[in-house]
């Protein structure tokens, strides 16, 4: 017989924590461990522009270069490693002092 494997779920956050994300129910969401442990394999803790970046990256020998030319040019209007311009208010703490790179 076939043992059932319980389905383990863990808090994600989505914006990390160590980069300013809240723990509140804007920024949190309960995942699959599996696809928690997944999603930090890949993505460590970087914001979403950064995974973008980095999946640019992984795809870049199948993706067309105009298309990676245009997602590289979009994120550029935007300062990358700032989170207050990509995530909701109530999603991010806000420190005093600027963001650093």
């Known amino acids: 017989m076939w043992k059932k ?3 383990n ?3 994600h956050h989505i914006c990390p924590s160590s980069r300013w994300g809240v723990t509140n129910d804007i920024n949190c969401e309960m995942i699959k461990e599996t ?3 997944a999603i930090h ?4 803790n970087m914001i979403f522009p950064e995974q973008i970046i ?4 992984l795809s870049a020998k199948t993706l067309k270069p105009e298309i990676v030319s245009e997602l590289m040019e979009i994120l550029q209007y935007r300062d990358i490693h700032d989170p207050s311009l ?3 208010e109530d ?4 420190p005093k002092h600027t963001f650093k790179k």
């Open 9 to 11: 779920y863990n808090l």
């Open 35 to 37: 696809t928690h442990s």
């Open 5 to 7: 494997r319980e389905i």
């Open 86 to 88: 990509w995530y909701k």
């Open 41 to 44: 394999t890949l993505f460590s």
């Open 91 to 94: 999603a991010i703490w806000i």
């Open 54 to 57: 980095r999946l640019t990256d």
